[in-house]
């Protein structure tokens, strides 16, 4: 029996443009992403009674075939042609659910590259990513890390330079907001795209200031009251810019000053369900 365990990093949408349709219906983006230091932790060993177990400490995580650590299991073991296999996989779930954060893309990749240690299979990236992508259009960006630009349906990848070290307060409000109702809304408002992402990728490579150009075409289309209020509140309290991350609900502030950023924790700590203090890794 191997057990191994790794971290599963969460992500931030510095731009999300919606850049089209595909004929089956599914959305193209085109988005600059961030890797920052809210983690899961997933352990994962080896068993053999041929199953697939998942544990989460979140009973609200499913832990069947509807879990993306689930997929990629099982697309790891196809795309691998392993047949005789048992894993149990326990998430220690840190990175709250509808929020943006790519939690479950997250903990889809840090399985597929767990998985490739413990059957020691030697994937390339690219293997990984395309195991990742038939599991979820963020988990390619989760296998890779850092900052990248992500366009199709996340699975074309181009490693950006990275951003320099931001604090990155992160605050979600009582609710959450399913990605489906994110782009239904985006579609029945005809929201214009940003086409903010080539000039975010301009900007990092220049190593200019990148605050001023976030942009996020869904919250746009969302359009919650709540959501700009703690934007709002955010650069009151010292951000040097604030956006709504992926589909929401979750909002994060930039901070390049810790002590601003700290003080701001401690403002909005008690006032919402998740508040969190990460930095861009």
């Given at each position: 029996m191997n057990e191994l365990s790794a971290y599963a990093y969460a992500k931030i949408n510095l731009t999300l443009d919606i850049a089209g349709l595909r004929d089956d219906g599914y959305h193209l983006i085109k988005s600059v992403m961030q890797t920052v230091s809210l983690a899961d932790e997933i352990r994962i060993r080896t068993t053999d009674d041929n199953r697939i177990t998942i544990k989460c400490s979140d009973p609200s995580v499913p832990c069947d075939e509807r879990n993306t650590v689930y997929k990629a299991c099982v697309k790891f073991f196809d795309f691998t042609q392993i047949l005789k296999c048992g894993v149990e996989i326990y998430i220690d779930k840190h990175i709250p659910s509808e929020a943006g954060?790519?939690?479950g893309s997250s903990d889809a990749a840090a399985v597929i590259k767990l998985l490739d240690e413990i059957f020691d299979t030697?994937?390339?990236?690219?293997?990984?990513?395309k195991i990742g992508a038939s599991v979820g259009a963020d988990v390619p960006f989760c296998v890779m890390l850092g900052t990248a630009l992500c366009e199709g349906m996340g699975e074309v990848i181009t490693p950006l330079k990275k951003l320099k070290k931001h604090y990155v307060l992160l605050v979600k409000p009582n609710f959450g907001v399913s990605t489906p109702l994110a782009y239904k809304l985006f579609d029945e408002k005809k929201v214009v795209t940003a086409n903010a992402s080539d000039k975010m990728v301009e900007a990092l490579e220049s190593d200019t200031d990148i605050t001023k150009l976030l942009a996020n075409d869904l919250e746009r289309a969302i359009e919650m009251a709540e959501i700009s209020d703690i934007k709002?509140?955010?650069?009151?309290?010292?951000?040097?810019?604030?956006?709504?991350?992926?589909s929401g609900s979750c909002v994060y502030g930039l901070f390049t000053d810790n002590e601003k950023a700290f003080t701001?924790?401690?403002?909005?700590?008690?006032?919402?369900p998740f508040v969190y203090l990460a930095e861009t890794i």
């Open positions: 954060l790519g939690g030697k994937l390339s990236y690219d293997d990984m990513c709002q509140k955010l650069i009151k309290l010292g951000a040097d810019g604030a956006l709504m991350t992926g701001a924790f401690k403002a909005l700590d008690r006032s919402y």
